[in-house]
Nanobody
Framework: QAPVVESGGGLVQPGGSLRLSCAVS????????MRWYRQVLGGQREMVAN???????AYAPFVKGRFTISRDNAERTLYLQMNSLEPEDTATYYC??????????WGQGTQVTVSS
């Protein structure tokens, strides 16, 4: 079983919504802060949203209240609800545990394309 499996991406029109999921096989999931990242082709991976073990959340400035990160510890799954999507949100989205050493093995990511 892959350590991290992202899903839920797709093609959506501007203004649309998607819900991304990240299934993590690590049994210590509930003890990790978790983070969504995104990367455009040829660009660097950047933080989108973070949630800690107390469910305290933080977002990159570009989110502007449009996204919501959440987690289900019983299912070892991380979520990202994305609303009011913009073409600039087009990227491959990944998740990981940013303070775990070593990091979890990166998954394949899930592609989000926002286009009319």
């Amino acid at each position: 079983q892959a350590p991290v499996v992202e899903s839920g991406g797709g093609l959506v029109q501007p203004g649309g919504s998607l819900r991304l999921s990240c299934a993590v096989s690590d049994s210590m999931f509930s003890t990790y802060s978790m983070r969504w990242y995104r990367q455009v082709l040829g660009g660097q991976r950047e933080m989108v949203a973070n949630i800690d073990v107390r469910d305290v959340t933080a977002y990159a400035p570009f989110v502007k209240g449009r996204f919501t990160i959440s987690r289900d510890n019983a299912e070892r799954t991380l979520y990202l609800q994305m609303n009011s999507l913009e073409p600039e949100d087009t990227a491959t989205y990944y998740c990981n545990a940013p303070f775990r050493r070593p990091l979890l093995q990166w998954g394949q990511g899930t592609q989000v394309t926002v286009s009319s």
